[in-house]
């Protein structure tokens, strides 16, 4: 079984730039999450999906990130101006859905933003 | 926030050894789960214990949950160059999220 692929895997961009990030889940999982990581820290959740519908996207900082799941399958995340402080790994994951508790990650997209 | 806050940051031991982490979290749970991460890599989902549960095994790892005390604790026994990496606790709610602590560095020695 295929797993959870990302793309670009390193992205290089300048504060103000934009950037998009790209998310195939696992075949048949309905749920989809993107995760912001700093370095030394845990994982934190930026946006739920489920199928095409967004679950809770409360800790999205909407005035420059957004996402989207349009066919309930791949996802895109993008960032319209970047800022220093996005620097992160940006994991995706997914799940089967509302009976499953166990999530499954991509590799992640480390962006670093100059 | 982070729900859970992993205790030691880093731990160093040799091959062979048995390694402890803790980790403490502050509101009601569903579940708790350990999560590893490989370097540069994602994280991969170790062990699910359940509120209602105070001890499971899968393999080499040893998972406790102490709801009272709002503390989990995760063993690895015999651990293995291999083992290193940063593990993290995540809480779970009715909605299927993870809140995830600030991990354990775990480094073992050959």
Same mark, same amino acid.
């Given at each position: 079984?295929?797993?959870?692929?990302?793309?670009p895997?390193?992205?290089i961009?300048?504060?103000r730039?934009?950037?998009?990030f790209?998310?195939?889940?696992?075949?048949?999982?309905a749920?989809?999450?993107?995760?912001?990581?700093?370095?030394?820290q845990?994982?934190?959740?930026?946006?739920?999906?489920?199928?095409?519908?967004v679950?809770?996207?409360?800790?999205?900082?909407?005035?420059?990130f957004?996402a989207?799941?349009l066919?309930?399958?791949?996802?895109?995340?993008?960032?319209?101006?970047?800022?220093?402080?996005?620097?992160?790994?940006?994991?995706?994951?997914?799940?089967?859905?509302?009976?499953?508790?166990t999530?499954?990650?991509?590799?992640?997209t480390?962006?670093?933003?100059? | 926030?982070?729900?859970?806050?992993?205790?030691?940051?880093?731990?160093?031991i040799?091959?062979?050894?048995?390694?402890?982490m803790?980790?403490?979290?502050?509101?009601?749970?569903?579940?708790?789960q350990?999560?590893?991460?490989?370097?540069?890599?994602?994280?991969?989902?170790?062990i699910?214990?359940?509120?209602?549960?105070?001890?499971?095994?899968?393999?080499?790892?040893?998972?406790?949950?102490?709801?009272?005390?709002?503390?989990?604790?995760?063993?690895?026994?015999?651990?293995?160059?291999?083992d290193?990496?940063?593990? !993290?606790?995540a809480?779970?709610?009715s909605?299927?999220?993870?809140? !995830?602590?600030?991990?354990?560095?775990?480094?073992?020695?050959?």
């Open positions: 079984e295929a797993g959870v692929a990302q793309s895997r390193y992205k961009i300048e504060k730039q934009s950037v998009a790209w998310c195939n889940p696992i075949s048949g999982h749920t989809l999450y993107w995760y912001q990581q700093i370095l030394g845990g994982p934190k959740l930026l946006i739920q999906f489920q199928n095409n519908g679950v809770d996207d409360s800790q999205l900082p909407k005035d420059r957004s989207e799941r066919k309930g399958v791949d996802s895109t995340l993008k960032i319209q101006p970047a800022k220093l402080e996005d620097s992160a790994v940006y994991l995706c994951a997914s799940s089967l859905g509302v009976s499953s508790n999530q499954y990650f991509g590799p992640g480390r962006l670093t933003v100059l | 926030s982070q729900q859970g806050e992993e205790d030691p940051q880093a731990l160093s040799q091959e062979g050894e048995n390694a402890t803790n980790c403490s979290y502050k509101t009601s749970i569903n579940n708790l350990w999560y590893r991460q490989n370097s540069g890599r994602g994280l991969v989902h170790l699910l214990i359940r509120s209602n549960e105070r001890e499971k095994h899968s393999g080499r790892l040893r998972v406790t949950l102490d709801t009272s005390k709002k503390s989990s604790s995760l063993l690895i026994t015999a651990s293995r160059a291999a290193t990496a940063s593990y !993290f606790c809480t779970d709610n909605a299927r999220q993870l809140t !995830f602590g600030s991990g354990t560095q775990l480094t073992v020695l050959p």
